[in-house]
């Protein structure tokens, strides 16, 4: 196929280059389609518009495929750890046993945020979704660090950043959680690995199951990056205006809040919780959902990239069964769910729109199963998508010709207008 595609606008040709990745997608390149024929593109919801060039994570939703660094989700996630995997999406390299060590150190070595802002997560109501605290004390950590809030950060200030908003994200959001339960906050202790350290400081318990800790670690691994999502997108935006990195990161926790993104994790269980206790059939509801006039959704189900089997659902799916089993746990929204998926992939309005469950639509049973609350589960998505956040914005940050994104627009409002007085209008 050629490497250069043919645009004819009236009387007028034009070639603009195509761009071919190293997994074989293309785009044609618009770079100077404005400059040389005055047009723009209209791609609302970005649909088909690549923002960027990435080397980090590979999607094709067709196949259902997801790969960091060119390693598959499916063997990240059985052979490697959260930390791992987050050192492979920052630095393009699996980890010698030292350079791990190291990272985790420096993480652990975070452990800990400046009374400010603990006296700002105690002022929130204890009714507070957490993720409004933690998006408020993400951005307001740039008030403490100052180091970090520099234009350009030097490459061993990046890696600081790096490793100290992922040991401040997992206080920050332990403490939010020990808040809103009205219990005083639980200092991290830096002989537990990342996973059980957070959770003993959720809990209090030092006794972790390894068991447990290795599911939010497996949950974790499969949130990591997932290309340009909106979150991701949001955090290039922010961070392409050089704003500060805890501002930058702070903007992908507001985007991810969405039920739409990240929320929808959330939302899934409430969906199921209200389905049972409404004592609907599994139809009803699908046909309330297709139903246009209806505003209700299948949360979990449906994705703008997979039109097949979203790989991570699949694997969280398994672990659903086996962590409920390890942990002697039952858990009814769990049936709920499968039946749930069950009769919509056999529903002529799902299949034909390629909805299949996504990511959310199990990892709330397992967020429950290891004692998560409901609202805590859109916080627990920020800590698994945190490295690919920061991953994405040290790419962008490092890459030749960076520029602000400042997308273009078509105008379509009043054109002639003159001024009236107030008096007279
Ligand atoms: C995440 O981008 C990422 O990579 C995100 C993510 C990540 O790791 O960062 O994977 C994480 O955000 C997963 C998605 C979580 N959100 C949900 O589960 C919410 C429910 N899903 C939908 O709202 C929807 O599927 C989206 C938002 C995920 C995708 O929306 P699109 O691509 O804009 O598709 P659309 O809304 O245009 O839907 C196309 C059709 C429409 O029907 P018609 O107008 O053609 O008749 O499918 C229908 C939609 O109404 N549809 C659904 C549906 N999802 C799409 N109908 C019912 N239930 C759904 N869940």
């Not at 070595?109 to 004390?137: C, Q, R, W």
């Not at 040991?167 to 991290?188: E, T």
């Not at 996504?358 to 945190?386: C, E, H, K, Q, W």
Request: with cysteine; net charge neutral; hydrophobic share 40%.
């Amino acid at each position: 196929m050629s490497d250069k595609a043919k645009l004819v606008l009236g009387d007028k040709t034009i070639e603009l280059p195509v761009f071919t990745g190293t997994e074989g997608e293309k785009a044609i390149d618009i770079t100077k389609l404005r400059a040389e024929t005055g047009y723009v593109t209209l791609d609302s919801g970005y649909m088909n518009t690549g923002a960027c060039t990435s080397a980090i994570t590979f999607l094709d939703g067709e196949q259902g495929i997801l790969k960091y660094r060119g390693y598959s989700i499916e063997e990240i996630a059985e052979k490697s750890s959260f930390l791992e995997a987050s050192y492979l999406v920052f630095y393009g390299k699996l980890p010698t046993a030292t350079e791990l060590k190291t990272f985790e150190d420096r993480i652990a070595a975070f452990d800990d945020v400046p009374e400010g802002i603990k006296t700002m997560i105690k002022a929130f109501p204890k009714d507070a979704h957490p993720m409004a605290v933690l998006s408020a004390n993400m951005v307001s950590l740039s008030a403490f660090h100052h180091d970090l809030c520099a234009q350009d950060l030097t490459p061993p200030q990046k890696d600081q950043a790096i490793a100290q908003l992922m040991g401040q994200l997992k206080v920050m959001a332990a403490y939010a959680f020990r808040h809103s339960q009205g219990k005083d906050f639980v200092k991290s202790d830096r002989s537990l690995d990342y996973c059980s350290d957070f959770i003993h400081m959720m809990t209090g318990n030092k006794n972790v199951k390894k068991e447990v800790a290795k599911a939010l670690d497996v949950l974790l691994i499969l949130h990591v990056d997932h290309e340009q999502n909106c979150s991701t997108s949001s955090v290039r935006l922010v961070g392409s205006s050089k704003a500060n990195i805890f501002a930058t990161i702070s903007a992908g926790v507001d985007a991810l809040w969405g039920p739409l993104h990240g929320g929808a994790n959330q939302a899934v269980l409430e969906m199921l919780e209200e389905i049972k206790g409404s004592g609907k059939s599994y139809q009803q509801f699908l046909d309330e959902v297709k139903d246009k006039n209806s505003s209700s959704r299948l949360m979990g189900f449906g994705h703008r990239v997979y039109k097949n089997f979203d790989p991570r659902a699949k694997i969280i799916k398994k672990a659903c069964d086996s962590v409920l089993a390890t942990l002697g746990a039952q858990d009814s929204l769990l049936d709920i769910a499968k039946g749930l998926e069950e009769v919509a992939l056999k529903d002529e309005y799902f299949v034909s729109r390629k909805l299949y469950p996504n990511v959310d639509f199990y990892s709330g049973i397992i967020y429950r199963a290891l004692g998560i609350p409901t609202n805590m589960f859109t916080v627990m998505f920020a800590m698994g998508r945190l490295p690919g956040w920061l991953a994405q914005w040290k790419e962008m940050v490092e890459q030749p010709g960076f520029k602000i994104c400042r997308p273009r627009q078509i105008y379509t409002g009043d054109t002639k207008n003159t001024y009236k007085d107030l008096k007279s209008r």
